[in-house]
């Protein structure tokens, strides 16, 4: 049976443009020679829609994009992920679907039984479960069809289980010839092994291919990285997906298996915030960009992120200094711009700087320096980079990366301001990895913005290490407190200082007002700072007097 595996880039809510975009799928996977072809999870609609679910508008949009795309589909069967109304009284209005289409018409529907209701994920919000399971009939093959989580709760594999039930032992119970299971997941480091691991465990337990086919592009902070994979009998792969990109493909089930290869962690993470940047753009409807070039790392790797996505001349840099700019780190962000090749501004901010202290000195009794003329001189770069966004049209960028968000070591309105935050999930160690990994074959980061100690030069010989521990041991902490969600005891017995971690916990506790105010940055990590972290601000529970037990300590 050749199966058509239609891995493509949806946008939420545009429903003549995804509807385009299948159909054109579809006939070249027919042309292929596909006997059934497959998208993703909620393709029609574009996922995730979040409220827009709550629009009745929204709903009547899509089933009349549904009813379009049916009547242009012929004989071969195409299997189309969208919401369909529940029209019951009680419980939630809509099922999270997947429609078997056929001859212009609409002849089955399986619903997705297991809603994620964790980090990113709020299905039980919008949508009612479903409760059975259900196998159809294609080219003589007994077909269970499951929507991405459903088969994300095997007790073989998960030593904790989220839900009471599993939708593919159910389904085997039944007997097929083949699983599908159509995706919406976003990417984060390693995501692509592990569902490589889920599908090939299943594959061989059950005895029947497996293909699961994944969403690709970027959709506000998440990244879908489509690497949809078609598993065999022995665990093997016999079709893998193009990362981070559009691909269709048409696949025999009974093909060789082989044993997967994967890219570097640094190299995905390139790749998927060289997407999520692209597509943040086009869909919100911009063509270029404009950022703040320090001569540092941060800024550097940004800028690389955004020319690889958009194009040398959608990118403009703008060097900002001020009286504690060294010369190396505005000769080093000039070096950067023509490597890369991109439009290049210097704007000095010394004499807004000079004035601004003139202009604030009465209200400051005397007092000089300090943070407050340090936020000052941020401020003022972040004034500077608004106005050219407002004067020009281009998306502002800001640069800061996950460690520095963590412990609030960013200003307010002065730095962070921007519209998309694409490193903001990128720990300041793995910033280093994937400079390095940009530089593999010839320096394009110049090296010494790689290899100087990381400064925001906004006092006399200022170095980060001033206010922070080694990014190392930061990132370690983060780590276990952020990501792992575990206590200081824990990272006691990892081997970090008492006193350190007790003051790294204080840090990110209480920057958290700063995050709620930040620009949306890429998720590529298994727990970002977002709308997958929900902590509250007013709150008074204190980790460095709390006893943590058990799993905690991590």
């Known amino acids: ?51 827009l679910l709550n629009r009745r508008d929204f709903v009547e949009s899509h089933d ?98 989220r839900y009471r039930i599993d939708p593919v032992r159910e389904l085997a119970k039944k007997g097929m010839d083949l699983l599908i299971n159509v995706s919406a997941s976003p990417w984060n480091i390693g995501k692509e092994k592990v569902r490589y691991r889920l599908l090939a465990e299943v594959a061989k337990r059950e005895k029947i291919p497996v293909i699961q086919v994944n969403q690709v592009g970027g959709n506000d902070e998440l990244v879908f990285d489509g690497q949809s994979l078609g598993v065999g009998v022995k665990g093997g792969l016999f079709v893998r997906g193009a990362a981070f990109t559009e691909d269709v493909k048409v696949v025999d089930i009974g093909r060789k298996e082989e044993k997967p290869v994967w890219a570097r962690d640094e190299e995905l993470v390139f790749q998927a915030l060289v997407l999520g940047t692209r597509d943040y753009l086009q869909k919100c409807g911009f063509r270029e960009v ?6 540092g790392i941060d800024s550097a790797l940004t800028a690389v992120i955004a020319t690889e996505a958009l194009g040398k001349d959608k990118v403009l840099g703008v060097a900002m200094p001020s009286r504690f700019s060294s010369a190396g780190s505005v000769a080093d962000a000039e070096a950067l711009a023509k490597r890369l090749g991109i439009r290049y501004q210097k704007i000095p901010i010394e004499d ?19 943070l407050t003329e340090e936020n000052l001189q941020s401020r003022i770069r972040g004034m500077t980079l608004m106005a050219i966004s407002n004067d020009s049209g281009r998306l502002l960028l800001t640069t800061g990366n996950k460690s520095e968000m963590a412990v609030g070591y960013c200003t307010l309105y002065g730095d962070m301001c921007g519209a998309l935050a694409v490193i903001a999930d990128v720990p300041k160690t793995l910033v280093y990895r994937i400079s390095r990994w940009i530089n593999r074959d010839r320096e394009i ?39 792992n969600e575990g206590s200081i005891q824990g990272m006691v017995k990892k081997g970090i200082s008492k006193a350190l971690a007790e003051e790294m916990v ?44 058990g799993k905690g300590n991590l």
């Open 506 to 549: 204080r840090k990110i506790d209480i920057s958290e007002y700063k995050r709620r105010q930040a620009a949306p940055g890429l998720k590529v990590t298994t727990k970002a700072f977002g709308v997958g972290r929900r902590i509250p601000l007013a709150q008074r529970f204190d980790p460095r007097g709390a006893v943590s037990r």
């Open 445 to 483: 980061i110049p090296k010494n913005s790689i290899e100087k100690a990381p400064s925001a030069e906004l006092r006399p010989d200022q170095k980060d290490q001033d206010s922070l521990p080694p990014y190392e041991e930061l990132d370690r902490i983060l780590e276990s407190y952020v990501v």
């Open 1 to 51: 049976m050749k199966i058509g595996i239609l891995q493509l880039n949806f946008t939420v809510g545009d429903f003549n443009g995804n509807s385009e975009k299948l159909v054109s799928a579809y006939e070249s996977a027919v042309k292929g020679g596909a006997e059934l072809c497959v998208s993703s999870e909620l393709g029609l609609c574009g996922y995730p829609p979040r409220d």
């Open 352 to 370: 807004t700087f000079a004035a601004m202290l003139r202009s604030i000195a009465p209200a400051r009794n005397g007092r000089s320096g300090g």
């Open 290 to 295: 404009v950022l703040g070039l320090s001569g």
């Open 64 to 161: 009349r994009a549904l009813r379009g795309v049916a009547k242009r589909v012929g004989k071969v069967p195409l299997l189309i992920g969208g919401i369909e109304k529940t029209n019951q009284k009680t419980g939630r209005p809509l099922y999270n679907a997947v429609f078997l289409v056929e001859k212009g018409k609409v002849r089955g529907v399986a619903r997705k039984i297991l809603l994620p209701t964790y980090d990113v994920f709020d299905e039980d919000r919008y949508f009612e479960a479903g409760d059975k399971v259900g196998v159809v009939k294609i080219a003589e093959k007994r077909v269970g069809v499951t929507i991405c989580e459903d088969i994300w709760n095997d007790e073989d594999l998960w030593p904790e289980r």
